[in-house]
């Protein structure tokens, strides 16, 4: 089978090598182009546009930073619109807004072609290990036809119905995750300040009632002041902005993810945005001294 994919940034590249390696063929276009080098490497071929991709490939698979990324690949000049057409699918597995995959939807099927939003939760690792978790909604026929592509890239996938849904499910485990790392991070900083040792502190952590993998995972690197990206900082930050438009229109109050929001901006702020999200912990840290 013959999958098109677009966008080989830390996830993208993991995702599509997976596949790959599990006997797909693979298309592939990164708007920089020689991040395709890799993948051609291990068998890919390359498509010099996404509209070229499209054309080649039944389905093709979009992991891309934002909604205006997103956005662009579809309609610009040489984009996915382009060469959609009857029976094909187009599946964006980047994380946005409800609003914006409703744009691609429309865009798609106006031209007879299916879509498929499929944002994912878990990062570089569980990429890189087929572990994703992967939050579908849209057309159910596509999303029949990529389950073994979806069964190679992750461990388990969800169907949540009319587009719109994945997007907003994917954003408030965001949000969650957003406001644990600021909380988390606080907690690191106010063990340390107040004398105790912060490695006791995730021993303690990781045997309780809120032990969890990401605090399990980034706890020991934030406190070697280590935060080599799997999740960059700056996509979090445009997750947390996403969530809290999602609460506005809903008329949810979210005071903890707000003001996780804004230590993510002015981690952003102080040149931290391509670093891991756990980078927010150099933010938290910082004493303010007034006079
Ligand atoms: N990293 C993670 O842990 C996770 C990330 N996500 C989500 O997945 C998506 C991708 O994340 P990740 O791989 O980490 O991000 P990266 O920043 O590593 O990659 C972003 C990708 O988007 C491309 N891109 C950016 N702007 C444009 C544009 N205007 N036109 C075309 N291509 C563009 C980049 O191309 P180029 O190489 O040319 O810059 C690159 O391929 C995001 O929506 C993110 O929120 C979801 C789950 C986990
Ligand atoms: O969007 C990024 C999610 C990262 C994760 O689920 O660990």
Partial sequence: MEVGFLGLG?????????LL????????WNRTLSKCDELVEHGASIGETPAAVVKKCKYTIAMLS????????????????????????YIDMSTVDADTSSKISEAITSKNGYFLEAPVSGSKKPAEDGQLVILAAGEK????????AFNIMGKKSF?????????KMKLVVNMIMGSMMNAFSEGLVLA????LNPHALLDVLDLGAIANPMFRMKGPTMIQNSYSPAFPLKHQQKDMRLALALGDENAVSMPVAAAANEAFKKARSVGLGDLDFSAVYETVKVVEHSS
């Avoid at 830390?10 to 997976?18: E, F, L, P, Y």
């Avoid at 934002?66 to 060469?83: C, I, K, N, T, Y």
């Avoid at 169907?159 to 997007?167: E, K, M, P, R, T």
Wanted: aromatic share 6%; glycine share 14%; proline share 3%.
């Fill in 10 to 18: 830390i996830m993208g590249k993991a995702m599509s090598m997976n």
């Fill in 21 to 28: 390696r599990n006997g797909f063929k693979v298309t592939v």
């Fill in 66 to 89: 934002d909604p205006s990324a997103a956005l662009s690949v579809v309609f610009d000049q040489d984009g996915v619109l382009e060469q959609i057409s009857d029976g094909k699918g």
């Fill in 141 to 148: 026929a596509l999303y029949d036809e990529a389950i073994p």
């Fill in 159 to 167: 169907f949540l119905g009319q587009v719109g849904n994945g997007a």
């Fill in 192 to 195: 340390d300040r107040s004398g």
